[in-house]
């Protein structure tokens, strides 16, 4: 074989190489379960209202052992919680300039001119 022709034969085996690592990795483009798709019908609608009303009966059946409460290592937790310090609330006119509290603002008169052409 000449030269020319194997560097032919290993761009081809390259080309088709890179061609298949490509639909391996990103050549599937569809859901991978039908679990993962979301129907539009109303039927698949109505389909998911049951799983949720079935899911609401599960957690209605669940019941919470009450004497957790009264354990020892229950009472023994401290809580680090700090109050929070009254503050003020706004002021009395929020737009108003930073240092004007409780003074009238007269909005500045302005004389309009008109020309005429």
Same mark, same amino acid.
């Given at each position: ?30 859901? =991978?379960?039908? =679990? ?10 109505? *389909? ?40 003020? *609330? ?13 003074? *009238? ?13």
């Amino acid at each position: 074989m000449t030269q020319k022709i194997k560097q032919i034969i290993i761009a081809a085996v390259i080309i088709i190489v890179a061609f298949v690592g490509f639909k391996m990795f990103f050549g599937n483009d569809g859901p =991978a379960d039908e =679990a993962l798709a979301v129907e539009n019908t109303a039927t698949g609608q109505f *389909i998911d209202g049951q799983a949720i009303l079935v899911l609401l009966g599960r957690l209605n059946q669940v019941k919470l052992d009450e004497s957790i409460f009264s354990s020892s290592v229950f009472t023994s937790l401290e809580s680090f919680e700090k109050p929070i310090e009254e503050q003020a *609330i706004s002021r009395n006119n929020p737009f108003a300039p930073i240092g004007v509290e409780n003074q *009238i603002i007269k909005p500045a008169t302005t004389t309009a001119t008109t020309t005429r052409r």
